[in-house]
């Protein structure tokens, strides 16, 4: 599983490098050709001017990423909503669930299916598994208690690299600004002898790369939060499933206690 994650982040990497790359590739030829204002301080602010767009660039790429993991996160929880509303257990108030029955479920679960590894399949198939095992209804609920806590967990891990990428926008935006006013100083002589264009310039890059760092992450860290709210309700949900429609109902008749 965390082969695929890394394997999933990596071409999430690759992809937002060639869509970045060709953005401010756009940007640079567009600058180049002297658009005027007010477009020319767009392209400004998102880092149309080589070299001094390399932080606008880096900020993007990491927002680009970023973007394209949680889009890949976003596919596969529709893919385990598609599987949740496979229809599994019995909804019936009054129906029960004997031994042979949750056997028979067991069986159908192992079979191949394309949900074969959902969130839903593996936590039913593991109860079913561990009653069939004891046949107690206690310890069942106890493997949907841990699964859930180990999904949740899972889920919590599986945003570090995002979380990493939502930090380092800023960060990476105040190295530019860092650079811009540290440049800028360097270019004391020059505005004192009236020439203020370079130190101006500095500082507007400066301030530049500031702005869109913190645009970038504002955008991002909703988009996060909102993903992540989705995963962990889609979790609890799940659970709630399990409790009301497998544990609860199952039924041991006392001739087999």
């Known amino acids: 599983m965390n082969n695929k994650k890394e394997r999933n982040e990596f071409d999430a990497f690759i992809i937002a490098l060639i869509a970045t790359s060709i953005i401010y590739g756009l940007l640079w030829l567009f600058f180049n050709f002297g658009i005027q204002n007010p477009t020319h301080r767009i392209y400004l602010l998102l880092g149309g001017l080589w070299p001094q767009g390399t932080i606008q660039f880096l900020t993007t790429l990491a927002f680009s990423w970023a973007l394209f993991i949680l889009g890949s996160k976003s596919r596969k929880l529709k893919w385990q909503e598609n599987a949740f509303r496979t229809p599994l257990l019995p909804e019936d108030e009054h129906k029960v669930l004997l031994p042979d029955e949750i056997n028979e479920l067991r069986l159908q679960l192992s079979e191949d299916s394309e949900y074969k590894d959902s969130i839903v399949f593996s936590t039913l198939r593991m109860a079913c598994t561990k009653f069939r095992a004891n046949k107690s209804a206690q310890e069942t609920m106890d493997v949907v208690k841990i699964q859930t806590e180990i999904n949740m967990n899972y889920l919590d891990s599986s945003f570090s690299i995002i979380r990493y990428l939502a930090w380092s926008i800023p960060s990476i935006g105040f190295i530019g600004t860092v650079f811009g006013i540290s440049g800028a100083l360097g270019r004391v002589d020059e505005a004192a002898a009236g020439d203020i264009s370079g130190v101006t310039s500095l500082l507007g890059t400066a301030f530049d790369t500031t702005f869109l760092a ?33 544990v609860n109902r199952i039924y041991v008749p006392k001739a087999e206690r």
Not at 220 to 241: D, G, S, T
Request: aromatic share 12%; charged share 20%; glycine share 0%.
């Open 214 to 246: 913190l645009f970038l992450s504002i955008i991002l860290m909703f988009r996060i939060h909102r993903i992540q709210q989705k995963e962990e309700n889609f979790i609890i949900n799940v659970q709630e499933h399990m409790m009301t429609n497998f």
